[in-house]
């Protein structure tokens, strides 16, 4: 399918790539339908919790260094302050202050949900304009103003010639998608719609490189085959976005993330998308660094690279692997970096009892089959019999943990880690997944899951001292699935 950047908003990753929220099975079960996206997705009857696809989209527009965002919507659809945190702490670890969160809502109510919130929106607009002064203003939607039919292009065609600055409406309504990462899509679609310049020269030695905010831990890495990154959204200006088409080629980091973005770019401007599993454990890492010394024309250099960095971190991770082999992990996270995080365990010897992603693409944008990184896994590491896709449900993980009772459980976010913590099982929050990519990054988890099993009282004391808030049916129930219903095979 091409991917027309011209159009208003793009299509949700629900009928793009076949986004499912809700599976148990086998690994290499969901892997087989998702290759003739045929996966028959279970009717989930009751969630405890949930989330949205406009908060995504926020973790993406508040970091842009010099744009604003005027959000569209009620009060309660606006929360700058929880996404500062992160971009304070990704701003610390780069060496460069923290950008200013410049957003305004419209605060639409009552009123503009009967008579249209569109002169609301205007008066928005100019207002973030002369307080922030931005290079470019991102505009989202949200449940509201979709709902009731704000013309939002009517008002950008207006305004857009008078300001002078790029004006990019974002089209990330919570109830178009059941799955929240269509936000990460549409944030990429409007800045490559709206903001991305034709490239005026190619710079032979820049690489994009979209990835959540975090330590730059590339910069070194790249630097030694005489590269620079890209790094982008988190921290971005609005003119190294505009930029993006003069790279030499564009490598998703995440592909819950940033593929459709990398695609776009591809199809669009002509820049090359990687094609390769992202660095994350020795020999994915070994692979990544060989498909870009192709691309940009480093090949020599790379594979010196390669055998230098292989044969420095080797005591390490043998060492590693004396203590781990054999100890059980569970992951969860997204759905590429649970993948990602399984391969890099491999590499200490350690069994993965299972896994559960927050949501699954049957296919991605590309259509590339080594960015198909549930095969990828597979291949790497062998088949995973407890494989389940599960939209952070607490009262599932409680059922599921309490049963494998793994040795540790690595995850992503940090909600999903108390679950683990509650139980007493050592739990490891990897949230900056940009310090676990490359060799250092494999360093870096085995050192985490080392301490953490070396602090198991810690854990352990914790677990005495909790109460779930769940009813004596539930925790006696057997099936943690009870609430998942499987859907009829036709």
């Avoid at 929360?79 to 969160?101: H, L, N, T």
């Avoid at 936000?183 to 490189?209: C, Y």
């Amino acid at each position: 399918m091409a991917i027309d950047i011209k159009k208003s908003e793009v299509e949700t990753r629900d009928n793009r790539l076949g986004a499912v929220l809700a599976f148990h099975g086998k690994a290499s079960t969901l892997q087989k339908d998702s290759s003739k996206r045929a996966v028959k997705e279970d009717q989930r009857i009751y969630s405890q919790c949930s989330d949205c696809s406009q908060g995504c989209a926020e973790v993406l527009s508040y970091m842009i260094r010099d744009a604003a965002v005027v959000v569209h919507s009620p009060l309660g659809c606006l929360s700058p302050v929880s996404i500062y945190e992160r971009v304070e702490a990704s701003s610390k670890v780069r060496g460069v202050e923290a950008p200013k969160i410049q957003v305004i809502s419209t605060n639409i109510g009552i009123d503009s949900t009967v008579y249209g919130g569109v002169k609301i929106l205007r008066e928005a607009i100019l207002e973030a304009y002369k307080r922030f002064n931005p290079k470019a203003i991102l505009i989202h939607s949200s449940c509201a103003a979709g709902i009731i039919g704000d013309d939002i292009e009517s008002v950008v065609d207006e305004l857009e010639e008078e300001l002078g600055i790029p004006l990019v409406p974002i089209y990330c309504e919570g109830f178009k998608s059941k799955t929240w990462t269509s936000g990460f899509d549409a944030v990429f679609h409007g800045v490559l719609r709206k903001i991305v310049k034709k490239p005026q020269k190619k710079q032979e030695d820049l690489v994009n490189i979209i990835n959540f905010a975090g330590q730059d831990t590339y910069s070194p890495l790249l630097k030694k085959i005489n590269l620079r990154p890209n790094l982008i959204i988190p921290n971005s200006t609005v003119e190294q976005l505009s930029r993006m088409s003069e790279a030499k080629c564009t490598i998703s980091i995440c592909e819950s993330l940033g593929t459709y973005g990398a695609a776009a770019l591809e199809e669009n401007f002509g820049v090359p998308q990687l094609k390769a599993p992202s660095p994350y454990g020795i020999e994915w890492t070994d692979r990544w660094l060989t498909e870009l010394a192709k691309i940009t024309d480093r090949i020599e250099l790379t594979k010196k690279l390669i055998k230098e960095e292989n044969e420095r971190i080797k005591p390490t991770i043998e060492g590693y692997r004396k203590v781990l082999a054999g100890k059980k992990a569970y992951i969860y996270s997204g759905d590429s970096f649970a993948h990602y995080l399984t391969n890099m365990v491999k590499d200490y010897g350690m069994e993965v009892v299972g896994i559960t992603t927050l949501h699954h693409d049957q296919t991605t944008d590309d259509k590339s089959p080594v960015l198909d990184t549930l095969k990828e896994m597979i291949d790497s590491v062998g088949d995973v019999e407890k494989f389940s896709v599960c939209n952070k449900q607490p009262f599932i993980m409680y059922k599921i943990l309490r049963e494998l009772k793994p040795d540790i459980l690595i995850t992503r976010h940090e909600t999903i880690a108390t679950i683990g913590t509650k139980l007493g099982i050592p739990s490891i929050r990897a949230n900056d997944i940009n310090v676990l990519s490359g060799y250092d990054g494999s360093v870096n988890l085995g050192a985490r899951i080392i301490d953490a099993l070396q602090s198991s009282k810690f854990f352990q004391t914790i677990s005495e001292h909790v109460k779930f808030p769940y009813s004596t049916w539930w925790i006696n129930q057997t099936d943690p699935f009870y609430f998942d219903k499987k859907a009829e095979t036709k």
